[in-house]
């Protein structure tokens, strides 16, 4: 199967996801600009989509996506890589008819255009639709020649848009450096984020995140500020001997989402380390005696 049928198939994909969980009106608002811009000349082309990605909030709605799935997830084909599950869990339906809009112009224009063709929406775009191209990065032809773009997009003073490229987005973990990562990881922190909606974070761990982790958190004490609770998670795959007691000793804390945090990171590492196993089904026991969010419950029973 060639590229541009891949992208067909990814195209056809995300309007079947778009039709099943929007309105009527919406969704045939989509097949008709999809249809416009496939009887557009290269000129028309030009003009005709920055509207209809402008329209496409007020046309299709603002909606969450819904699933079938229980972790919001659906199954792509993508070439190169093959079937790849892609978290939807953040998106509006606005973002998916974005996101279908530009693959589908993408399939009309010569390869050599089309990573200028994505970079000229995202420069022309207001900041939801910039987060819609940060949203479908991993969907468009020749993604990989567009980390440019998401290193610029993370950047940019916007939480929003930031978000969209930090959270539930497999790009950063696919294409970026480890540099690049945990440059990401550490602004997540900086700017309130968090961390563990980060994509990839335990498959892209290293020993130099682990490092900027124990350092940011020497900071924060320091300043006499408060510990973003996930931070256990970036910090524990390669922490030293000193962070790996910061981490037990979260463990203790009164707050609860610094115990769920530390437990799931101990927990993530406890097949490599089986004298942590002990200590977390002994927390198994005396959590359920305290105030527990649902995750941290699902999380016990693991």
Not at 117 to 124: G, H, I, N, S
Not at 147 to 175: D, G, Q
Not at 194 to 207: F, M, P, Y
Not at 231 to 242: F, G, N, Q
């Amino acid at each position: 199967m060639g590229k541009g049928q891949q992208m067909n198939d990814c195209l056809a994909r995300l309007n079947e996801h778009l039709i099943e969980h929007c309105h009527t009106d919406g969704s045939a608002w989509l097949r008709d600009s999809l249809m416009q811009l496939k009887k557009a000349s290269p000129d028309e082309l030009d003009e005709l989509l920055p509207r209809l990605l402008a329209r496409a909030r007020r046309k299709v709605g603002t909606q969450r996506c819904s699933y079938e799935s229980e972790n919001g997830c659906i199954v792509i084909e993508l070439p190169e890589l093959g079937q790849v599950e892609l978290d939807l869990s953040e998106w509006e339906v606005a973002d998916v008819a974005r996101v279908a809009l530009l693959i589908q112009a993408q399939l009309l224009v010569p390869a050599v255009d089309q990573c200028a063709l994505v970079e000229r929406c995202y420069r022309m775009g207001d900041e939801r639709e910039r987060g819609a191209i940060m949203r479908g990065l991993m969907l468009f032809q020749y993604r990989e020649n567009l980390k440019p773009l998401a290193l610029m997009a993370a950047r940019i003073n916007s939480l929003l848009l930031f978000a969209t490229i930090a959270h539930s987005n497999l790009y950063p973990a696919m294409y970026y450096s480890d540099y690049e990562f945990n440059q990401l990881v550490l602004k997540a922190l900086f700017n309130g984020a968090g961390v563990s909606s980060i994509t990839g974070l335990k498959q892209r761990a290293n020993r130099e995140l682990s490092a900027m982790c124990e350092d940011y958190i020497d900071e924060r004490r320091d300043a006499d500020r408060a510990i973003p609770a996930d931070i256990w998670l970036a910090l524990m795959p390669y922490a030293s001997e000193r962070a790996e007691g910061m981490v037990l000793a979260a463990l203790e804390s009164e707050d609860s989402a610094q115990r769920y945090y530390a437990y799931e990171a101990l927990a993530a590492v406890a097949g490599d380390r089986p004298e942590f196993k002990p200590l977390l089904e002994s927390m198994a026991v005396s959590e359920n005696t305290k105030e527990m969010t649902p995750e941290f419950s699902q999380a016990l029973k693991r």
